[in-house]
């Protein structure tokens, strides 16, 4: 059914839970005068709405860059204050962090088999994934935006990413549409 053609029709055929008789399909089926009006409707709507919207994401700020970016950045600046050299970027190291931060996501959503991975230290993530080493640590940050979650993870991690034993990261940012929160994981990984 279409939305111009949700008012209330008294000689439609409702359904009930307790019975009603079999539901015939001649009941079901939209004849063509209805068709052709809803895809003028949604043609209408579709010429109004997408240059609009269209036109919103043109002058959206560029300030709002990708948070991946940011919390890797962040990373980077807070390890730049140390003595040591810096933090290298490993996309095997970030996929750890993506299977640690979306145990979490997935347990929000009420769609996980296993509760979220907790360990500090997910040593045997790591080596299923090629990377043999015990210098590891999962650092977890949460909040209702990106900043928040970034700087949970600054916070928890401000001695560790200046510590000069690690020297790989990865970094997983999602978002949690239910519950609204933003998850951020760092790994660091020293060979």
């Given amino acids: 059914m279409c939305a111009a053609d949700l008012h209330h029709d008294e000689t439609a055929p409702h359904r009930t839970l307790t019975g009603g008789g079999p539901l015939r399909e001649e009941n079901h089926v939209l004849n063509a005068g209805r068709v052709r009006r809803c895809i003028r409707v949604v043609r209408r709507i579709s010429a109004v709405a997408l240059p609009i919207v269209g036109a919103g994401t043109l002058v959206a700020p560029l300030a709002a860059a990708d948070p991946p970016t940011d919390l890797s950045q962040a990373v980077v600046a807070l390890r730049g204050s140390a003595q040591c050299g810096p933090l290298r970027y490993d996309p095997t190291v970030e996929h750890a962090a993506e299977i640690v931060n979306r145990s979490t996501y997935e347990y929000l959503r009420h769609t996980a088999i ?65 519950t609204g929160f933003t998850l951020a994981t760092v790994v660091l990984v020293g060979r």
């Fill in 114 to 178: 296993n509760v979220p991975i907790e360990d500090a230290q997910p040593t045997a993530i790591l080596k299923d994934l090629g990377i043999d080493t015990d210098r590891i640590l999962s650092l977890k940050g949460a909040g209702h935006n990106g900043p928040d979650a970034i700087k949970g993870v600054m916070l928890e991690g401000r001695d560790a990413i200046r510590d000069c034993s690690y020297t790989d990261f990865g970094a997983s940012f999602l978002y949690e549409e239910q």
